[in-house]
C-alpha cells in the first residue's frame, strides 16, 4: 500500500477531486494548508504598499491506495491539477505499513 499526499492550488481541488472520483477513489481526507516552492509567494500592492505573500494557500489531498492503483490514482491527479504554471502543486508517495480499521479491526489492504 501507498499514501498519495498532493499538495494542489485550491481552485483546482474540485477538478482533481473529480479525477479521483472517475477512477474510483472512495475516500480522501482533505486539508487546507500554506506553503511555498519554487513560486516563492506572490508580490501585491495595497494602498500604494507592496508587500509578498510567501506562503500561499493550497489544498493538501491525502489518499491510501493499493499498490496496483498508485499509478491511475497518481495521473488522475496529474490532469486535475494541472495548469502549466508554476504553483501546480507537487505529488508526494509514501509506502503505507499497515492500515486497521477501528470499528472492525480488520487489518490490511482489504481496508484500503
Known sequence: MKCIVAIVRQEKFEDVKRALV???CDGMTVSEVKG???????KESY??????????????VEI???????????????????????GD???FIQPIENVIRIRTGEEGDKVV
Open 64 to 86: 491510501v491506495v493499493k499498490d496496483e492503483k498508485l499509478d491511475i490514482f497518481v495521473e488522475a491527479i496529474k490532469k486535475g491539477a494541472y495548469t502549466g504554471n508554476i
Open 89 to 91: 502543486g507537487k505529488i
Open 36 to 42: 511555498r516552492g519554487s513560486q516563492k509567494g506572490v
Open 22 to 24: 472517475e477512477v474510483g
Open 47 to 60: 494602498r500604494g504598499s507592496s508587500y509578498c505573500i510567501d506562503l500561499l494557500p493550497k489544498t493538501r
